[in-house]
């Protein structure tokens, strides 16, 4: 599958709902060269912006999906769906690992994604956020996650 057309149109989304949002996951991983597929897009939003509910409730119009909350009791989290073409958007104002959407912002890269930027988180923060998370599908990536991180800080000669 090739992700790009449909991180363009969330990061479309986001823009026009104004919704401050960084792409975590194995998606974000991805981008990151991290060899990962997922079927999914998770985010981590700033839950404190003003308006967030109608915020992302625009995003899920703007997708033409719907909107849901799938974990009773978690009210910071958020999945948006639809059918055709096939897509899922779960979005969470807290992640294992960081101290606040601030602080994980400042370490994020921004990808150009059609004509929007995306923030994405670092991968050295998607991986901590799996490792604290501590599920089996977050641990059957961690190794590959780690690699990846590891080559990218200490390229192989001719590399750099």
Excluded: W
Excluded at 39 to 63: H, N, P, T
Excluded at 139 to 148: K, M, Y
Aim: proline content about 5%; charged content about 20%; aromatic content about 6%.
């Amino acid at each position: 599958m090739d992700a790009a057309p449909y991180l363009v149109e969330i990061a479309d989304a986001l823009a026009d709902a104004k919704l401050e949002a960084i792409l975590i996951g194995n998606a974000g991983a991805a981008l990151h060269g991290a060899p990962v597929t997922t079927v999914d897009f998770d985010f981590f939003y700033r839950g404190s912006q003003a308006g967030v509910e109608a915020k992302i409730r625009r995003v899920a119009i703007l997708l033409h999906a719907s909107l849901s909350q799938p974990f009773p009791g978690l009210s910071t989290v958020y999945r948006i769906s639809r059918q055709r073409p096939e897509m899922q958007v779960d979005l969470t104002a807290n992640i294992h690992g960081a101290k606040s959407f601030i602080s994980l912002r400042s370490r994020c890269t921004q990808v150009e994604i059609g004509e929007r930027t995306l923030l994405v988180g670092s991968l050295a923060d998607i991986i901590k956020s799996k490792k604290e998370a501590n599920r089996p599908n977050d641990r059957a990536f961690l190794h590959v996650l780690e690699q990846t991180l590891k080559e990218q800080a200490n390229p192989a000669p001719g590399e750099a």
